[in-house]
Every structure is written in C-alpha cells, then in structure tokens.
C-alpha cells in the first residue's frame, strides 16, 4: 500500500525549500497578482503556504536562483534550460575579459584548476541539454594548447560521465602538472587520444559533435600548423552542416577559434559553429554568432565582479551550470524522436499478481527522483461519448484498487455518474515506462474521505471548500477573498469540516498494461487480465 506521508514528501521539502530561499537577500522583482498564481502553480506550494499569504499582497520578495527581471526564472526552474534575452545582457571585451581573470585569479583566490573544471563542466552541461548522448554519442574534442584546451580536456572528461564517447586530439601538449593530471585523469577512463594525422579524413561520418577547444579570448596573431589546418577543417565541416543541416555539431568554447574577440569572424570563411559556450560573460564576437544554440557557463562570477564591470547576467535555474541565451530554434515536431534504451521486460520477468508489479514500478520511479512519480492521467467519458482527460494524484493503493480524490461536483465526477468506468495512465519518462489500467470506479466510503482530508495542510483542506471545481468564476479574486475569510474563521486552529461535494474514488482494475519502451519502437507491452476469478490474471504480449 502506498504511504500517504511517502506521497507527500516532494510537496512538503518544495515547501521547506522555498521558505529557505525567501529569507535570503536577493536581487528584487515585483509580484503581481497575476504572477502569484504563477509562483504557486510552478513551486506547487499548497494554500497554507502562498506566496501572497506569506508576504502580503502589495510584497516584493526576493529569490535566489532564479531571473531577478521577472517571474519566467521561476518557470523555467524545472527543465533549468533557461532562455535569456541576448539583447538584455553584458558583453564583455577582450581587455575587460582579460582583467576578470586576473582578478579571479588574483584577490578572489580561484586558481586556474578551478575555473578550468567549473568551464568544462558547463560546456559538457550545455552538450548535453541539446545533444543527447542516445543519439550523439561520438565526440570529438580538438584542445589547443592554452586554457581553451584544457577547458575542452575537462569537458570531454564530464562528457565520459555523462554517457558519451568522446576521442581527443591534442597536438600541443602543455608541460605543467595541471594538464599533465588531466591527461591522466582522460588515460585512466581509457579516452582515446588522436594524433591530427589519424583523424579520419572525414570527420562528417565520424562524429555526432566536434568540441572546438583550440583557442580562447586572449589568442593573437594567425593560426600555426597544426591548427590553421584543423581549423580550417571545422570551418569546411561547418559551412556543409549549414548547406545540409546534418551532424556533426560544431561547439566552440568561449570563442570560435580563428575568431576576433571582438569583431568575430572578419573573412567570413572561419568556423560557424552550431552552439557557443560563453564562459563567464558573452565576448562581444558572440553578437555575431548565428548559430542555433548560445548558451552562458561558468558559474563562479561573484558580486564584486559584477558591480565593478557593470556586468548584467543571468540568474542560473536551480543548480544548472548552464543557461541559454536567446530562444531555441524552431522543430519540426515530425523530426522529434527519442530512441529508448531500457532492459528487456519479458514474461519470466513479470510478477503474476499486477498490483505487486505495479508496486515494484512505482517504488523504481519513487528511487529515481521524479517529480511526482503518483501524477496519473484519468479519464472519463460522460452518456455524451464524448472523451475527457486530467491529470490527478494517487493517493492510495490496495487490492481493492486505485484511488484518488476530487470535488463530486467537477466535470469528472459528473462523467463518472453517467459512465463509472474510467482509465488510467502512469508515464515515467525517465524510465521509459507507461502503465495503463482500466476499471469501473465508485465512491470510497466517507469515512475514508474524511480520514484523509483531515490529514492534508489545514491550507488544502481550506482549498478543497474555496474551490467550487470546474465552475466558471470573475476572477482569481474570488478564491484569494474566500480563502482569507476561511483562514481567519479557522484561525483557532479548530477542525475544517470536510466538504459533503468532496471525497474519493476507487478504480478497481480489469486490465493492466506495462509498457516497457525499445529501441527501434519494438516496445514491451504485457497486458494483464483477469482469468477463472479475481485472483488469478492471464498475461499476453502485445505487439507494439
């Protein structure tokens, strides 16, 4: 049986989380009523802890984390690919970019190993948020002598943790132990090293992506062999790509190489690479990078830089070490596929009792971190025909069945009236997992409805009363007034009665499906139906 605490554990830390986060001094941004809503919706904080309950309705309140301009950092949180205004943000030129190190380095007490793994570490993060390591798994990382190449020697190490595999070419090894250890650390997870001349000679049906380490910022003069031949290489590879739009991704570090700092690429003929990984702050030849993907990394600018440059960054999500700038491109969704790789699921494997392996899925899904592993999708049909879905949260598990709980007056409740039938559906995406179950549904008793309502924050039980479900109402004022008379008539901390329109339902299964994705959507499908009783179900595979 599932544990109601153990359901409402996530809610409960986002909760504590937030509360932390809200007392600490932090860039401002006004709060509207319009952008309370959000706040709520996004942190899913319950009525007892609002963002307008906690500080008032005319409060600003202050977040770290997030975009200090505006309440879209806090949307953007979840996936922590945050897109940030190219227009809105400090460029840096190379004298400026050159004297941030020097006081990074110098007063600030960062060493240039830091900095190298924290750069690395964001150009391997932001490879990562748009080339998948299912689908782009070979990569190519070409380091320069200088800073740059150690910059892409330390990504290409992440990049190993992350599922990839990369090679490296690095013709001018650097003699200092900094990059003699990274070396070694690359050797010791037997990452091949290339000389240029056992490159393949088509690099276009080697790699998925190239990382071009070779130069950074503070590199003068004209190329010398042999660079300016790789270099020249990857401007080829990248004026093909543009032509055919096919891999192999081209990723600059900082700056593509052969660039100018600030003027960027003055023939026209250099690398026109498909992402750029600013480090720190955007160089000011990052303004004429066309590509597709701009991301910023480098998260370790600290205030006193930032007021002395005048510098304007983005806030990083969460705890991503990357952050794009600008919108993506457009998709065409025909093209969006993803190419699951999971264990087999076969019969043998497969609990005989469906509940039991239901179970053994859900604690997975609770062991890998989801968000809400319990958000299931139901739907109804009403005598109309007509089909209706939402998602919902389970809140119970037994032999009897699944249950959930709702207002008896919404539109779901309604369908269930005319037709107690429903369906249910489970996706864990992180999992390559989906289960389907279908049943006829009814009412749990009131006595179970009561039980559990009175054991949810005294502000959902207040909202469960406010919020007279799928009915049209003016406005969200509506709800913030009757909420605020609800909260100070049960200020004593007496009982809020349960609403009668309130209470749960329990789906009792006929039909289980577990569905396992594949490669090459050669999927598992084992579906359970019951046979000769209730106790005992016959499973069959379907073919997908």
Known sequence: MLAQPLLRRSRTMKCLLTQSLLQFPLPHFPISAANIADTNQILNLPPFFSVR???????????????????????????????????????????????????????LGFSVDQLMELAGLSVAASIAEVYKPTECTRVLAICGPGNNGGDGLVAARHLHHFGYKPVICYPKRTAKALYNGLVMQLESLAIPFLSVE?????????????????FGFSFHGSPRPPFDGLIQRLADLGNLNQKQQKLP???????????????????????????????????????????????????????????????????????????RIGKPPRVDMSTLRENYISPEFSEDQADADPFAQFQKWFDDAMASGLKEPNAMSLSTTGKDGKPSSRMVLLKGLDKDGFVWYTNYESRKAHQISENPHAALLFYWDALNRQVRIEGPVQKVSDEESEKYFHSRPR????????SKQST???????????????????????????PKYWGGYRLKPQLFEFWQGQPSRLHDRLRYTPEFGENVWKIDRLSP
């Open 53 to 107: 309950g906690f500080l008032g309705s005319n409060s600003r309140i202050k977040l770290r984390g997030y975009c200090s301009n505006s309440i879209t950092g806090l949307k953007s949180m979840a996936t922590a690919r945050l897109v940030q205004d190219p227009e809105s943000i400090s460029y840096l030129n190379q004298r400026e970019a050159a004297e941030i190190d020097e006081i990074l380095m110098g007063p």
């Open 198 to 214: 056992d490159l393949p000679v088509d690099l276009s049906t080697s790699y998925a992506v190239i990382v071009d380490a070779i």
């Open 249 to 323: 991704a081209i990723v600059s570090v900082d700056i593509p190489s052969g660039w100018h700092v600030e003027e960027g690429d003055l023939s026209g003929e250099g690398i026109k690479p498909n992402m750029l990984v600013s480090l720190t702050a955007p160089k000011l030849c990052a303004k004429k990078f066309s590509g597709p993907h701009h991301f910023l990394g480098g998260r370790f600018v600290p205030p006193s830089i930032a007021e002395k440059f005048k510098l304007n960054l983005p806030e990083y999500p969460g705890s991503s070490m990357c952050i």
């Open 459 to 466: 502000g959902s039980q207040i909202g469960a009363i406010v």
């Open 472 to 498: 049209v109402i003016s406005g969200r004022h509506i709800l913030h007034q009757q909420e605020e008379e609800l909260e100070a008539k049960f200020a004593d901390g007496s009982l809020i009665p349960k």
